[in-house]
């Protein structure tokens, strides 16, 4: 038996043989959640009681899916900016092509982001969800998520007899996000940084976290929105009136480009390079979900090697554009329990997410008609991997199963946690409806 599936089967164990001290234990992490960021914007983000355990052969796997595929974007984006032809495969506005066809203020590609599969942990099997680049967040609830666990026995128990770690996600951003301002030729010795985003849709415990992990490490640094950014005289500044060296940019592209006359401000100053910024817009070219159609293609297989054309082959699913052209309505029609309709750019879940699986013929057949021809993506639907859990507000203690999705994060391209999340059954993973989040561990062996 793995390791990780050793722990899993103590954690149910402890469970079974001590059901009124989980069911307590339970009862103060619904408590202690209550009185933590988890509840930061009033909306209700809920929690498994068996934390999600990996055991040192598929953290192995994690570091090798987010090497191939920090190479493999890493090749698009340059391939994209330059090569005219290559620019062609996409259907970018103008103004967020200017953009993207900024030079990056730093070495390498791909500064942060966090790759969503949906992973098989008997096989090592996967599919993509999708890839999130600048804007993604949660790490701050998988942390919330961990401190919960010092309420729950059964985990109390497993670290006696196992060595149990969590991911770090915040000490290790900073240091890599200022080795990587490091690489910019105009950088500072003592640089002041800037989180930005638009606050009203951003993830502030997020920002708050990562803020002080900056002044742990001696950096001098503040949250803004980015309206709030001031450009005077060739150089950005805070409402603080110190002089902005560094940007990490939490605002993602198509809000930059949406909230464009609010937005003013920090194109100008990036435009001018009169500030660093990680990252860069053309990260938005591996952002889209129209990356997965891309991949596909023989233009792009001619700049990947064969280990990456073979991973593109196996784990990017098929995906097309939901329009005459691209694929027919009538074989979406057909096989509805095949597809998922998806936004060409979204994120956090925004817009409809229309699994056939979850409809009737007659209520997909109305959708699917609806959303044809108008912006969306059709793509092969990838069945999840399930495993077996306890809800937190315990309801008649019996486990339910779940569908699988994490989210690995990468900086710079290295493997650096994961962000998981799960939705009863089969069903797609939405936020605040039926979306849970469990922390992530690495079971390192046995004390």
């Not at 942990?121 to 890839?131: H, M, S, V």
């Not at 108008?374 to 199963?401: A, H």
Request: net charge negative.
């Amino acid at each position: 038996m793995r390791l990780y599936a050793e722990v899993n089967e103590f954690y149910k164990n402890h469970i079974k043989e001590h059901p009124e001290a989980s069911s307590q234990g339970a009862a103060r992490m619904r408590k202690a959640a209550k009185y933590s960021s988890l509840y930061w914007d009033d909306k209700d983000r809920k929690g498994l009681y068996i934390p999600k355990i990996y055991d040192g052969q598929t953290v192995e796997d994690f570091k090798r899916i987010c090497a191939l595929t920090h190479s493999i974007c890493s090749k698009v984006i340059r391939e994209f900016k330059a090569h005219e032809d290559f620019r062609a495969l996409y259907d970018f506005p103008e103004e967020l092509l200017e953009l993207i066809m900024l030079p990056a203020p730093y070495e390498g590609c791909l500064p942060i982001a966090r790759f969503d599969i949906f992973y098989n942990e008997e096989t090592g099997d996967f599919k993509f969800c999708e890839l999130n680049t600048d804007g993604c967040a949660a790490m701050m609830r998988d942390l919330e998520f961990s401190r919960l666990l010092a309420e729950n026995p059964a985990h109390t128990a497993a670290l006696r007899k196992y060595d149990i770690e969590s991911f770090e996600l915040f000490d290790t951003w900073v240091k890599e996000f200022l080795e990587l301002y490091r690489t910019y030729p105009k950088h500072v010795e003592n640089p002041h940084v800037v989180i930005t985003d638009y606050l009203e849709d951003g993830t502030v415990p997020d920002f708050e976290e990562f803020a002080r992990h900056f002044g742990k490490a001696g950096v001098s640094c503040e949250i803004v929105d980015v309206e709030d950014l001031l450009y005077t005289d060739g150089a950005l500044y805070a409402p603080s009136g110190l002089k902005v060296d560094a940007i990490y940019r939490r605002a993602v592209t198509t809000d930059v480009i949406k909230f464009l006359d609010r937005s003013r401000t920090l194109v100008d100053a990036v435009k001018d390079d009169a500030v660093f910024i990680a990252g860069a817009f053309d990260t938005e070219i591996v952002h889209t979900k129209w990356l997965f159609y891309i991949l596909h293609l023989d233009r792009t297989k001619k700049i990947l090697t064969d280990e990456e054309r073979e991973f593109v082959e196996k784990h990017v699913p098929f995906t097309a554009e939901f329009s005459e052209g691209h694929i027919s309505l009538e074989e979406v029609l057909a096989n509805k329990d095949r597809y998922i309709l998806k936004p060409m750019d979204s994120y956090a879940s925004k817009g409809i997410y229309a699994a056939g699986h979850e409809y009737s013929q007659a209520d997909w057949e109305k959708t699917a008609k609806e959303l044809y021809g108008t912006g969306y993506i059709c793509q092969e639907f990838c069945w999840p991997y399930q495993s077996e859990n306890f809800e937190l507000d315990w309801e008649d203690g019996k486990s339910r199963m779940y569908g699988n999705m994490p989210g690995l994060y990468t900086y710079r391209g290295r493997f650096a946690g994961v962000f998981l999340r799960l939705a009863e059954g089969s069903n797609i993973i939405v936020p605040f409806e039926n979306e849970r989040t469990l922390p992530a561990l690495w079971v390192k062996g046995r004390r």
